[in-house]
């Protein structure tokens, strides 16, 4: 047995090659890219044209979870169907073997490989005991199965020997070495699988470098023409920031399979002779091309008067500070992306994206926030805000409006449920009036015809697609059983319930508001399938009598939305590519512009923010009563 442990020098995931020793060292020193903002640009271009990969999603939140303390506090149990597993953290030996099966083949046939390895061997003890034929065979579906088989064997029989049970759990505890060390000892296991270990399964900092990423750094001159793999791998670990590795790494694999199914990748342009010029998508140049924005060149939107960098200078820390505060309410309060996202859009829709909802009433004015339809805004949205608004003044004071906080807390808390990540253009002006005039009359309501909420969609110039993209944001959040219960109880004087609920579906609502009159607390989730993720479930849970409001049906029923509500049912990639464009849209509604001065061009606080309320002994608890 003490052969199985020794470490070969041919690897199931490359040529002979030895794990780094360190990724202190420094192969390149003459090499000076990529820089942390070329890293932050590459980062959020991709965000913005795919959207962070579904497959890789758990993996960031369990990442996500593992840097803030996760909050016991008990949270509201989605009414149908409500989790789909990925909260449960994978051990470390399924997410090993995991990638040992990913190798040179797709994502769909390794994970049809795993499936069918657990369906035939339910533990890694019967594995372990298995013939090397049958394991083959549960795994053939994967591609090199005679292999793979081999290293699954290997690591199995060498665990078992040195550890007494099949478990990599303890690597929990050791530093980055010592779990580089230690999974070296693992005869098939090369450098490129104990990185993603280390940063898919482990949550290190830590950036694996397959072909495809290694194919991608050489074309846009991020390590030499000359460099190799291993070279390659310690080079990006020192340059690239910790906390961009996990999110550009996933975003570059993606890029570049996306190249690939559209068989345009960096390779197939490279050796592939053309007659003909081809014409192809022209975002595909994008990563070829991104040296070029770090020169001189002009880029047009530095020009306008919004900018993503008009905090560059006065708070320069702007985008974490708000990211992290947007980070652990949302990991303690997970109704948070929701009500944040439906704040904004009640923000936007009146008098543009001022910030003029977070204005509170006095004994002379009533503002937007009392009117009726904002009476149920969630108190988890004012309460990041406010959180936000606080850690900013107390690193930038005086600086930045309360408009730009909003919008860039909601792009954050929408891309941490899985939405598209969009660059959101800064240096808004506050408003210094609101009233709950302006909110009545204005805003779509739940008990409207199609054709009324068509019609205020239109006079805020939304087509009728935009409409139902937006409305997409019921993808996330819930609704108050007071607000459709005369859909379960009293929908006509023949017919108790609405005949278009989905039977089923009506059942359990009325199981769940039957006491709503006395707890008017009540409440379901908006999409009942996947209520904490931003996604295309909603519009099927249409298509199936789920949608929860009346006018979530009507937008089914409706002949002018229901082709878009079929078209992003069967397309999520659809839906996130309107939704990107829609969330931009929605951010640009009625611009207050800041006041451009001399100095630095920095747009000057306009709104008043009472500290007094927090440091008297107001704390966040009654943000109801918070004064702007």
């Keep these: 047995m003490q052969k199985t442990c020794k470490r070969k020098q041919l690897q199931l995931d490359g040529r002979s090659q030895k794990t780094p020793k360190s990724t202190s060292e420094e192969p390149y020193p003459c090499h000076h890219r990529p820089t942390p903002e070329e890293c932050r640009a590459v980062r959020d271009e991709l965000l913005a044209l795919h959207g962070f990969p579904p497959e890789f999603l758990k993996y960031r939140r369990h990442r996500l979870i593992k840097m803030e303390p996760f909050s016991n506090e008990a949270q509201s149990e989605p009414l149908i169907n409500s989790d789909d597993g990925d909260h449960k953290e994978e051990s470390v030996l399924d997410g090993l073997i995991k990638i040992v099966l990913s190798q040179n083949t797709t994502e769909l046939n390794s994970q049809k490989a795993f499936a069918s390895l657990k369906s035939v061997f339910p533990t890694w003890e019967a594995v372990y005991a298995a013939e090397t034929e049958s394991l083959e065979n549960a795994i053939r579906c994967g591609g ?13 029989s060498c665990l078992h020997e040195r550890k007494g049970k099949l478990c990599l759990e ?42 495809h990423v290694f194919e991608i750094a050489r074309a846009i001159g991020w390590v030499p023409a000359v460099a190799d793999r291993n070279k390659t791998y ?114 936007c829709m009146i008098g543009g994206c001022d910030a003029s909802v977070l204005i509170s009433s006095n004994s002379f004015n009533k503002a937007e926030r009392d009117a009726d339809i904002n009476l149920s805004l969630p108190g988890d949205a004012f309460d990041v805000i406010v959180r936000a608004k606080t ?99 009293r929908y006509s004087k023949t017919v108790p319930t609405d005949p278009a609920y989905n039977p089923k579906y009506a059942e359990a609502l009325k199981k769940l508001c039957h006491n709503y009159e006395k707890d008017p607390a009540m409440s379901a989730f908006n999409d009942v399938m996947t209520p904490s993720k931003f996604d295309n479930l909603y519009y099927q849970n249409l298509e199936k009598g789920m949608g929860l409001l009346e006018s979530d049906n009507a937008l089914f029923q409706n002949p002018k939305t229901r082709p878009f509500v079929q078209l992003y049912a069967k397309n999520q990639t659809a839906f996130s590519m309107i939704s990107l464009e829609q969330l931009r849209s929605l951010a640009l509604m009625g611009l207050r512009l800041g006041i451009k001065e001399k100095s630095g061009g920095n747009a000057m606080l306009l709104t008043l923010f009472t500290f007094e309320h927090f440091f008297s002994g107001g704390g966040l608890d009654n943000v109801s009563n918070i004064s702007y």
Aim: proline residues 5%; aromatic residues 10%; positive net charge.
């Design 144 to 156: 090199l199965a005679p292999r793979k088989a081999s290293c699954i064997k290997n690591v199995l």
């Design 170 to 211: 303890y690597l929990r505890d050791l530093s980055v070495e010592e779990i580089k060390s230690e999974l070296s000892n693992f005869k098939g296991v090369g450098p490129k699988t104990v990185a993603c270990v280390l940063m898919f399964n482990l949550q290190q900092d830590d950036f694996p470098v397959d072909t």
């Design 391 to 489: 850690a900013v003044e107390l690193s930038c004071p005086g600086t930045v409006s309360c408009s730009d906080i909003l919008a860039l807390a909601t792009r954050n808390a929408i891309t941490m449920v899985g939405g598209p990540f969009y660059t959101v253009n800064l240096g808004r002006k506050d408003s210094l009036v609101s009233t709950q005039s302006s909110v009545e009359g204005h805003m779509p309501l739940a008990n409207m015809t199609m054709d009324e909420i068509i019609k205020k969609f239109e006079s805020k110039n939304f087509t009728v697609q935009e409409l139902v993209a937006l409305t997409g944001a019921h993808t996330l959040g819930f609704a108050h059983c007071k607000e459709f219960a005369y859909r379960l109880f």
């Design 234 to 347: 310690l080079h990006l670990n020192r340059r690239i920031p910790n906390e961009l590795k996990f999110d550009l790494n996933c975003l570059l694999y993606t890029h570049e399979w996306k190249a690939l199914g559209w068989s345009l990748s960096y390779k197939a342009l490279r050796d592939r002779k053309l007659k003909k010029p081809m014409a192809f998508p022209s975002f595909l140049f994008l990563l070829i091309l991104l040296p070029y924005f770090f020169s001189n060149i002009p880029f047009s939107l530095s020009q306008s008067q919004l900018s993503p960098d008009y905090y560059r200078q006065s708070c320069p820390n702007l985008d974490s500070i708000i990211r992290d505060v947007v980070t652990t309410k949302q990991i303690s309060n997970p109704t948070t992306a929701a009500g944040t996202l439906r704040l904004f859009f009640h923000d």
